[in-house]
């Protein structure tokens, strides 16, 4: 485990993670440019929520890179990493059951929402989060899932419109699951 960590903090590594991020990061939002040129204003924020989340954990890669921790950034990383990680994940595969097959586009999706989800929790030893930047982390994340599910901001994906409700369940919780995650791992630190 030593190891592993060593080579997380390694400046070249965080360097290329740093440059992955920002590519992923810039090409989730062009994802997002059909269902953002009709998205009111006051949602916007609301509607990229991987772009988002692997935008937060840029920002801790920066503070990585200057010897720095940003707590409050790490929080919202790894909660919305973890969250949005797994979601996509589930969505993409519950897309291609319900569909005709995934293609390749779609195990694109699987395998770097994955690689979002483990990334943000791989960094957990690392962050300085304390008890009331992982509230503040909660409150943004189960404020998007009023946006997306009360306002109908949510990530399109019309092969399960018929399951919306069934998604928002599950979401509300893997949202408490990764709240409580994070928290978990790293209570000896949130204090």
């Keep these: 485990m030593m190891y592993i960590q060593t080579i997380l903090r390694q400046k070249s590594f965080l360097v290329l993670l740093l440059l992955i991020n920002v590519l992923g990061t810039a090409y989730g939002y062009y994802w997002y440019k059909d269902q953002l040129a009709e998205t009111p204003l ?3 924020l609301f509607v990229p929520d991987s772009p988002t989340a692997s935008l937060f954990f840029v920002i801790v890669l920066i503070g990585f890179l200057m010897n720095r921790n940003f707590p409050l950034f790490e929080a919202l990383a790894a909660v ?3 969250k ?3 979601w996509a994940v589930g969505m993409n595969i519950a ?3 319900v569909g005709t097959g995934l293609n390749a586009a779609g195990y694109m999706l699987i395998f770097s929402h994955l690689g ?3 990334e943000g929790l791989l960094y957990t030893p690392f962050y300085r989060i304390k008890r009331h930047h992982l ?3 909660a409150v943004v994340l189960l404020h998007n899932e009023i946006i997306d599910y009360v306002f109908g901001m949510m990530p399109r994906y019309d092969l399960l419109w018929a399951y919306t409700k069934e998604i928002a369940y599950a979401t509300f919780w893997l949202s408490i699951l990764s709240v409580w995650l994070v928290g978990y791992l ?3 630190k949130a204090a």
Aim: avoid cysteine.
């Design 42 to 44: 006051q949602f916007i």
């Design 80 to 82: 919305s990493l973890f």
């Design 84 to 86: 949005y990680g797994i």
């Design 95 to 97: 897309g291609g059951l």
């Design 116 to 118: 979002m989800a483990i």
């Design 135 to 137: 509230m503040i982390a």
């Design 186 to 188: 790293t209570r000896k």
